[in-house]
């Protein structure tokens, strides 16, 4: 996937979530550009609570850690870094039962030097993650714990700093896990769970042969807040 870099992916991302929370009709893009309350809602403020909506949830990562497996991994360091990015899908409430699709995708910064063998000759760049998953959920009360799984991607850079040689992968693969909601007010509810993304192997040309499989997996801490509309 030599041809689509982060700025490509940047603006896909950027492009979704106007699509996702502004498009479809002028009454949900101007819900969406208002800005939420932050204020607590008591229950009496906030009556019954209906998560049936668009979601809408930008998010940043501080600690985006690689773990890279394979033949490989002896050679290189995993990467960590930040990451940014966002969220959108749709929930849909059946009593307490929650049904929901969602997507994400996140922007890296996690890099990643050579160790062992590899110290002083290679560089591991994560370009871009995400997903694209459902989510089964059961409402009690604010809260709602929740399930999710689906479809992972990326991209992944290799590269030799002593001859310049270098290789990207595109990542293909799992994720699951899960976590809890908790509904802070009308406009914002909070977040936070656990998932992991499994990646198949992949083979990196920059690295020695023998030595060029790697098994990428991320574990991602989801804390944060959506917008439902």
Do not use: C
């Not at 809602?41 to 600690?63: E, K």
């Amino acid at each position: 996937m030599s041809g689509f870099g982060r700025l490509d992916f940047a603006f896909i991302l950027l492009a979704g979530l106007i699509v996702a929370a502004g498009g479809t009709s002028q009454a949900l893009a101007d819900d969406w550009l208002r800005l939420p309350s932050p204020t607590y809602a008591s229950d009496a403020q906030l009556g019954a609570i209906n998560r049936t909506g668009f979601i809408l949830s930008p998010d940043l990562s501080i600690n985006d850690q690689v773990k890279l497996g394979g033949t490989g991994a002896a050679l290189l360091e995993n990467p960590s870094g930040f990451a940014i990015g966002g969220r959108v899908g749709y929930d849909h409430q059946v009593g307490g039962l929650l049904l929901g699709v969602i997507t994400d995708g996140y922007y890296s910064f996690a890099v990643g030097d050579g160790r062992g063998g590899g110290s002083g000759a290679f560089k591991s760049e994560l370009h871009y993650y995400g997903t694209v998953r459902g989510r089964l959920g059961y409402g009690i009360g604010r809260f709602l714990p929740y399930v999710t799984a689906g479809y992972a991607y990326g991209d992944l850079k290799v590269s030799n700093t002593v001859t310049g040689a270098s290789s990207s992968e595109t990542l293909s693969g799992w994720t699951y896990g899960g976590g809890v909601e908790f509904v802070w007010n009308r406009d914002i509810t909070l977040y936070g769970g656990y998932r992991r993304l499994d990646f198949d192997d992949k083979t990196f040309s920059a690295l020695p042969a023998g030595q060029n499989t790697l098994s990428p997996e991320i574990d991602v801490i989801d804390i944060g807040w959506i917008h439902r509309f």
